[in-house]
């Protein structure tokens, strides 16, 4: 559909917000930066024309975020970039509105075991796809996928096969992040990146929406999302400090073998099955020894200080989500024979009083946790009764009598969705509530 609309200079910008259905906001005035890009969630109301609060326009795109509620109202959202061109009255011209417009999203690294939970995840949300590009490396070229009801054959990731891609996820190596992440930004698009390469760079925002949700608010082209063992941490440490100050955290992880990829995840399965036969077991060839029926305190590369690079992800990621730079915190991350599903025991070490009732009323209240913690009836989550759930699930908090403020908790997250391809959703969604998309 194409329409022209009347937009007087100092009119105001008439903007009205449903969800599902229903309307839950009107705003009446909204004024716009002079200058630069302004992004703006309208209503098509046939009695009512658009008005902008500005008289310097504009070239005007939009795409369609929803569905129509209704007959009479659909919600786009609409770039307007500002040019010197003064205006008292003009019309703004909608082009080619319909309800199938929205986002173009390119995915890195689409047949990878993130890959295929972000298509899941994407349509379970109703994410505005518009167009959707599956890219990958030269090797996996050719295969097709499926998303929706649509099958889409993965291409290899060039500069041309991301050319005008409004937002990017990219869940590959970090080399092609750092190949690709630059060129997206410049290109004036947005990469969503689930790698390590960009997360402690200070312009680049790390974020988990239910924590830091504004950090999105100065991106410059790259969002990060964090490490898999991260994103459930930060998450329930937030929710704890609203009782007590964070003082120190310790931490050990047990980590699901498809945070390390899918060929990981085939070795464990090859292994178990060989196991099964009563034969010889394949040579570790993803892990540096044979990870089924076995515990590796090794996950990522080790540095000088004994640390493994996971761990230290940890601590910096965790430290930055939280703006808590000199949080003491240490960790101890191991790699366990389990497919779907990392868990944590934690120590927390508060500055002062934090009862056990408060925290626990304090993480039923958080959105994204979810408490299982009735240990008699042997409730508590593990990676098989969470897989799946796109929550972080709590159990075993207990107060820690070894000092004088402290609690030990239990969580467990499902590391390809909420670790990894939900959170990257939902910057994405945090993105269009903010009208930074
Ligand atoms: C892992 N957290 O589990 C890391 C990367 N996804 O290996």
Redesign the pocket.
């Known amino acids: 559909m194409c329409d022209d609309f009347a937009v007087e200079h100092g009119d105001p910008l008439l903007a009205v917000f449903v969800d599902e259905a229903r309307t839950i906001g009107r705003e009446g005035t909204r004024t716009p930066p002079e200058g630069g890009k302004v992004l703006a969630e309208f209503v098509e109301r046939p009695e009512a024309p658009y008005h902008f609060t500005y008289g310097q326009f504009c070239s005007f795109s939009h795409r369609t975020l929803r569905s129509p509620p209704h007959d009479r109202e659909f919600i786009v959202q609409a770039h307007v970039k500002m040019t010197a061109r003064r205006s008292g009255a003009a019309a703004l011209r909608l082009i080619a509105m319909s309800n199938t417009n929205g986002l173009d999203i390119a995915v890195i690294g689409a047949t990878g075991a993130v890959g295929a939970v972000f298509l899941d995840v994407a349509a379970e949300r109703d994410l505005p796809v518009g167009n959707l590009r599956l890219l990958a490396t030269a090797r996996s070229a050719g295969r097709e996928l499926r998303y929706r009801d649509q099958t889409i054959a993965v291409r290899e990731t060039t500069e041309e096969a991301l050319d005008g891609a409004d937002l990017v996820f990219c869940s590959a190596t970090a080399a092609a992040s750092r190949q690709w992440g630059p060129r997206i930004a410049d290109a004036g698009g947005i990469l969503i990146d689930?790698g390590s390469a960009f997360r402690m760079e200070p312009n680049v925002p790390l974020v988990v929406p239910e924590v830091n949700g504004e950090d999105v608010e100065w991106h410059e082209g790259i969002i990060s999302i964090p490490?898999?063992?991260t994103t459930p941490l930060a998450l329930v440490l937030h929710a704890m400090r609203t009782v007590a100050p964070l003082k120190r955290v310790t931490a050990a992880t047990y980590?699901?073998v498809?945070?390390?990829?899918a060929a990981?995840a085939a070795e464990l399965d090859a292994q178990l099955a060989a196991h099964g036969r009563g034969e010889d077991l394949p040579a570790p060839e993803q892990f540096p020894h044979q990870i089924a029926l076995n515990v590796l305190p090794h996950?990522?590369a080790f540095e000088e200080d004994g640390y493994t690079r996971?761990e230290l992800?940890m601590r910096n990621e965790t430290r930055k989500i939280l703006h808590l730079a000199d949080l003491p915190f240490s960790s101890t991350?191991a790699?366990i024979p389990t497919m779907i599903g990392?868990a944590e025991a934690v120590h927390v070490e508060f500055s002062d009083q934090a009862p056990i009732g408060e925290l626990r009323a304090a993480l039923e209240a958080h959105e994204g946790i979810e408490l299982m913690d009735d240990p008699a009836a042997a409730v508590y989550p593990t990676p098989l009764n969470t897989a799946g759930d796109d929550r972080t699930f709590v159990g075993r908090l207990r107060a820690d009598p070894s000092v004088e403020h402290g609690a030990v908790f239990w969580c467990v997250t499902d590391?390809l969705r909420k670790?990894?391809a939900t959170n990257a959703i939902q910057i994405a969604e945090e993105l269009i509530r903010r009208g930074k998309l």
């Not at 498809?258 to 990829?261: E, F, H, R, Y």
């Open positions: 689930d490490n898999c063992t980590q699901a498809t945070g390390a990829g990981a996950v990522d996971e992800k991350c790699r990392h590391n670790g990894a």
